[in-house]
Each structure stands twice: as C-alpha cells, then as structure tokens.
DNA sequence: TGTACATCAGTGAACGCGCGTTCACTGATGTAC
DNA sequence: TGTACATCAGTGAACGCGCGTTCACTGATGTAC
C-alpha cells in the first residue's frame, strides 16, 4: 500500500521503482530532519526513522539493511555536497582581491543552506559508530586532496612540496569544519556576534596562509621564537 | 550491603562517606570503561554503567541523578586532566632547543597515559548531548585562554595582540585535539606510521607558529600569495 | 490487445529484550544519650 | 561505656515502554504469452 504522506499520484511517480526511489530518499530525509533536531544520528532507532518517513517500522528494511547503512548513504550525499562546495568556490572571482574573505562567505552561505548534511558530519566525525567515522574521514581527506590540487592549478604556493600543501589544506579543512560548529550553532539573531566568528574564522585562515607562504622545507628547529 | 567486586576491607574504607566515594568513582570509572571499549559515551545506558561498576541499577541514583550528570564530572575530571597537561608541559626546558618537538612528545605521552579521558573528549565534544558539548567547549577554552597566559608568561609573540594571541592558541588547541585522535587510533605495531604522524603534527604546529611569527595587525588584504 | 502469474514495497501483529524508574526493604554505619 | 534510634548506600522485584526483528499478508505494478 502507498505511503499516505507522499502523494505519489501528484508527484506522477507510478512504477514501482520509482516509487521506491521516493520512499527511499524519504527515509535518508527523515534521518536528517532527527539529526536537525538536535539528536546525534547514533542514538536514533530505526522506528523512529521510520516514524519520521511516514513509514511502518519493518518497511526499512526494504531500503537498508541497518540504520547504520543509511548513515553510510548520507556519507556519500555528504561527499556531493563537499564536491559542490569546491566547484562554487572556484567561482570565486580571483581577480577582485580579497579572495579568502569572500570565499569564507561563500562557505558560511553554503554551510547554512546544506545545514542538515555539515551537522551530520560534524557529530559523526569523531562521535558514533567507528565504519561511519572512517568513511566520513576518508571522504574528509578527498576533499583535502581535491582542495590541495586546486592550489595547485590556480599556481599557489608552488614552491611547497605535495606533502606540504596537503599538510596546509588539512589544517584549513580542519579549521572549516570547526568553523561549521560555530556557524550553525549560532543564534539568528546576533548580526554582531556572526561577524565576529566570520572575522576570527577569516584571521586562522590568513595565518595559516601566512604560515604556508613563510614555509621552508627545513626551517630553522628553534621552532619558537623569542 | 556492600559491592563484593570492590574488596572494601583491603582498601581499609570503613565509613560510609568513604565507601561512597569510591562507589562514586567506580561509577565514573565504569563509564570510561565503556567508552574506551568504543562506545560513545551518549549511548551507554544507566544500566550498562551500574552493571560495569558490579551495582544494581538503581543503585545508580544514590550518586547521579542521570548519565548526564556523570558525564559533567567526567568533564571535570577533563578539566583537571588538561591542566595537569599544561603543567608537564611547562617542565619542559627552554634552553634545550627543538622545544616544539619534545613539547609534541609530551603530549603525546599525555595523551596515551590518559587515553579513556582523551576518548571521551574527542567522541562528546561534537556529538551527544548539548549541554555536555557546552561544558566540554567551555573547558577547553579555560585551556586555551591559559596556553595563551603561558605565552605571554615566556614573553613569546609579545608584538600579538591579546586577541590574536587567542586566536593562535585556539588553533593549536584544534590541531592539538585534532591529533589526540590520530594517537588513540593508531594501531599499536605500526612504528613508521606513528613516526609519520608526529611529523606531521610537528609540522602543523611549526606551520602555526611560523604564521603567528609573521603576523601583522593588518597584513596585505592580498590574502592569497601568488 | 487481454489474461494469468510473478514480483515486491509496504502492512499489521506479535515476539522477546533491555531500558529507566518506582517501591518497600535491609543492614551496616553514625549519633545522641 | 553501652544502648536505642536515625541515616542511607545498596538490594530485589516489579512496572510499563520502545526497541529490533520475524512472520504471513496484501494489493498495486510488472511481465510473459
């Protein structure tokens, strides 16, 4: 029997696979919606999954094997939304100046329409089950890499060793993802406190470039200055 | 009638206060026990925690009023274990050279010596429950805020503003969690990856530190070198 | 084209289980006299 | 000092509940002829 929540016939989704396909994105969504409502993905049941999607409880099985199958599918929908963030932010006018700036913003906008998916990851990372937290970290160092390679292309810091630029973009990946925390974790409405996090978020990523352009391959082991 | 797993007369606890506290931190330790058995902390039950510290389960009650509550001691207990960290830390000789390097060791040490303590921070500082994040974010700034009075203490970096400062110590605390993380999980008979690790790890911080040398109130908004 | 059968997404009921929490209790420790 | 009573950490049994998983099923969609 269909899914009363869905009109199917509305949606002019007939066959039978498409239908699934619905239910299916159905059930990847209500996860998500749990995850916006605070909860971590770990410590969400499978009927309430079901619950959420408009769903008897054993009708997840038609989609995936466990809870934490779903979790691994929206890794990959993670693994997209990271892809797309690369390629909006090689629309970033390099010729205007100001690029870091601008590109903290695209990335500020882009967390806060893709809230769902960096909440998710941000929990997962290092919280819950051990096959989501490596797969989230693996597709975390693809990002990393891709990101290394766009340096590369648009010539920056071409003196730097491969190893070295990944080194550096890790620290940047790092310090976005823990600037998402921050983003989201915002109250609407602090203007002032928003710009705040924007400029202290802007600043890490200044000295990390600044680090990386002064980088020597061997400098000097004093390692602090006086 | 008390707990047969913990030989009270041996320990020589006869009053009632005492046998209480070590009941009490049979409790906490029990938790950590389940956390270091990859469990995150958000998911362990009341029940799991009692029968892991050889107690009835509602036994529990006469210490905790939830599993939340015991999680904000084991903050604390965060808490003191960053600042004894902070101590170590200060022991290590200036005039030595290559202070980075062995600072890096320390911690690593550290973090091995205090290995269910860094599990439980790392797995609850995004995930979980949003009032032991809230507590585990406001300790590790006390952290960072000190590590910052360190440095001025060494008068490091005087020309930084307080601020930037700041700043500096809340990436080097990111990267420091960052690769508390990497320690725990690499697997015990991999020498060269552990080595390769502390590389890069000493490298990040040198990184850090190198940006922090270079910095300038306001540096050319050029951002991004060629 | 229509008919007969196969497929399979989703249903509804049931199961055994561990959970958090309650209750009245026990018996060693603590205290007042 | 001994005695009588209070305290309270931990017990044992019980509760109602949501959980994951199973089973036989239904009825619309798909397919073969």
Redesign the pocket.
């Known amino acids: ?4 929540d869905i009109d ?1 016939q509305r949606l002019d989704v ?7 396909a ?3 994105r ?1 059930l990847l969504h209500a996860a998500l919606t749990l995850v916006g409502e605070g909860r971590s993905f770990t410590s ?5 999954i ?2 959420q999607a ?10 995936f094997a ?2 934490e199958n779903l979790g691994l599918e929206l890794v990959e929908e993670m693994g997209i939304t990271l892809r797309r963030l690369l390629r909006e932010a090689r629309q970033v006018d390099p010729s205007k100046g100001d690029i870091l700036r601008r590109s903290v913003q695209v990335y500020q906008q882009y967390v806060k329409a893709n809230r769902l998916v960096f909440l998710f990851i941000s929990s997962e990372r290092s919280g819950g089950s051990r096959v989501l937290r490596v797969a989230i970290r693996r597709d975390v160092t693809h990002f990393t890499n891709e990101m290394a390679q766009d340096f590369r292309d648009l010539g920056l810091y071409k003196e730097l060793p491969t190893a070295r630029l990944q080194m550096v973009c890790g620290l940047i990946v790092m310090t976005m993802l823990a600037a998402a925390i921050d983003i989201l974790d915002l109250p609407a409405d602090q203007p002032l406190l928003e710009h705040e996090m924007t400029e202290n978020f802007v600043r890490q990523l200044q000295l990390i470039l600044l680090g990386a352009g002064q980088w020597r391959e061997k400098p000097s082991r004093g390692d602090l200055p006086a």
Chains 1, 2 share one sequence.
């Open positions: 029997m269909p899914n009363p199917l007939h066959s039978r696979s498409e239908r699934k619905v239910s299916h159905a969400i049941s499978l009927r309430e079901a619950r408009g769903m008897v409880p054993n009708a997840f099985y038609r989609h466990s809870p």
